[in-house]
């Protein structure tokens, strides 16, 4: 868990000259991510792997229009491939975090369906 936790906060880390584009790029990746595929997790009623690739690739096609149309073609910012790339980064990171979530989410749907008896469980000291 730790490791995953030092992945999202790698871009707030990393030494770059311009680290709050950057981060932004990530997150905005990243919750682009998340957002959509929780979104289509509940609408396709518990697809995983449905819902793990339209929220990695509305991530990815994010970044991508946003630096090829508003940057490149309408000139109303700089054009980056790394920001591209830094997007693309936030979008895996979403991934792995939905991979998480909906993983908690199967295992708590169990415990709560099945005939769970805490007392059999009880620790005996």
Known sequence: ?????????????CNSQN???DALHFYSGCGITVATGALTYKISKGKK????????SSGVLAGI??????DRQMN???????????TSWGAICGT????VGFEIHEKNLYIKNS???????????
């Open 1 to 13: 868990m730790y490791k995953l936790i030092l992945i999202i906060l790698f871009p707030l880390i």
């Open 49 to 56: 792997g449905l819902s793990y690739l339209v929220g990695f």
């Open 19 to 21: 680290k709050i584009s």
């Open 76 to 86: 109303k910012g700089v054009y980056s491939e790394t920001d591209m790339a830094i």
């Open 65 to 70: 229009a946003k630096e090829v149309v508003w």
């Open 96 to 99: 792995m975090g939905l991979v």
């Open 115 to 125: 005939k769970y008896d805490p007392e059999y469980y009880e620790v005996r000291y």
